[in-house]
């Protein structure tokens, strides 16, 4: 379980932080404006960040280099206005650092900066969702080592890269969204082979979108390669889905519109966004729960590797996690902000088994996934996959 995980210390990370030179502090500073907004709206007692300050806590060297670099380049995946209320807090604090922000598509974002690396030309500081892509910049040791962020050791395990070249900015459950109009709440599926089960499903009131590797990833990993192979074929075989060829949140829109009954994969976060919209949505998890977290890192050789470090450590604490989850309602990674407010959804999620993907699933199973999935995705007449998640 998650859960259990988050329970779990990091040792090794917290004992190289116990060397760390000349901290400083933010001394017991007021919160920021946005900072206490964001408790309001959120109905959380200020005293969730009552150790704010030690979070904070960063040596002298940082800031006195970010004050010279007075610069900070980020390449994510939030919306701008969404990108705005992320870092409206961080901006109060740190103001001598000018942000410049791009949403980018995992092209332009993990490829074209890869591609730039490689040319000895430096686009971005601070770069989200690798994905697939983190192997090609470990390869050519393109990420700083995270390790020295003070804020690592909030992380759960498993959610920070062992050689410390990424590290997890918040969780993402890819299950199921829905059509309320359409679904009632006895044929919301509990297992995925309910799916099978349920005649409701069948000849195309269920979408797939051409991502096997944000959920069937994570059950190849929890019920073995046989049994997802089986499921899989049966999926395609008996149930019929409709194959999309839109992106995971183009294919939410679609269901709102009521074009089919359910959607795989959708994210919690964005399902929330569309109810909050008012549209005719939900979401459920069917067991195992597929888990992941979007990965975040710093582009090795980065000229504001200072603004850089102050960033990620902020983004990691408390603070830097409740922004962004007012941001876009992606749930927090932060092993002291496993709450049910903090989760869309909870009731679908919370004590559920899950499935964990990390990288080595996507190093040694995603290659086999990718190769059985587009044989039946092409010869149920799919077309091919193309892109990123988005």
């Not at 500073?29 to 969730?48: E, M, V, W």
């Not at 590290?167 to 044929?187: E, F, L, P, S």
């Not at 603070?319 to 902000?337: C, F, M, N, R, T």
């Not at 964990?356 to 699933?361: E, K, Q, S, T, V």
Request: proline fraction near 7%; glycine fraction near 6%; hydrophobic fraction near 40%.
């Amino acid at each position: 379980m998650v859960e259990n995980r988050i329970r779990i210390a990091a040792f090794a990370l917290a004992s190289l932080l116990a060397a760390a030179p000349a901290l400083v502090g933010a001394a017991s500073a007021p919160l920021p404006k946005s900072t206490q907004d964001d408790l309001k709206k959120l109905k959380l007692d200020p005293s969730i960040l009552s150790d704010l300050d030690k979070e904070l806590t960063v040596p002298q060297s940082w800031i006195d280099g970010a004050k010279k670099e007075k610069r900070l380049r980020i390449f994510s995946t939030f919306d701008p206005p969404q990108a705005e209320v992320v870092l409206r807090a961080f901006k109060e604090r740190y103001p001598y650092i000018a942000i410049e922000y791009n949403r980018a598509s995992h092209e332009d974002r993990a490829i074209r900066t890869l591609v730039a690396f490689k040319n000895k030309k430096s686009v971005t500081d601070v770069l989200t969702g690798l994905g697939g892509s983190f192997f090609m910049y470990r390869e050519i040791g393109a990420m700083e080592d995270l390790r020295n962020i003070p804020n690592i050791k909030n992380n759960p395990p498993g959610t920070v890269d062992h050689e410390g070249f990424w590290v997890g900015m918040h969780m993402r459950y890819w299950c199921m969204a829905y059509n309320t109009r359409q679904i009632k709440k006895q044929d919301v599926p509990r297992k995925w082979e309910d799916f099978l089960a349920n005649p409701i499903w069948r000849n195309g009131n269920l979408a797939l979108g051409n991502r096997p590797q944000l959920w069937a990833l994570q059950l190849w990993k929890a019920r073995g390669e046989k049994w997802t192979k089986d499921f899989l074929s049966k999926l395609f075989t008996d149930v019929k889905p409709q194959l999309r060829r839109e992106g995971v949140n183009a294919i939410l829109e679609l269901l709102a519109a009521g074009e089919f009954y359910g959607s795989i994969p959708s994210a919690e976060y964005r399902t929330y966004q569309k109810t909050l919209d008012g549209a005719p949505v939900s979401y459920t998890c069917p067991e195992p729960v597929p888990v992941a977290v979007s990965e975040m890192a710093i582009l090795k050789g980065s000229p504001n590797i200072n603004s850089a470090r102050l960033f990620v450590n902020w983004f990691l604490s408390k603070e830097g996690q409740i922004s962004q989850y007012v941001a876009d309602y992606a749930p927090p990674v932060h092993k002291g902000l496993q709450r049910k407010e903090l989760l869309p959804f909870a009731d679908q999620i919370v004590g559920k088994e899950d499935a964990f993907r990390d990288p080595a699933l996507e190093l040694e199973v995603q290659p086999k996934l990718l190769e059985f999935w587009d044989q039946l995705w092409l010869k149920g007449g799919g077309r091919r996959r193309s892109g990123g998640p988005g």
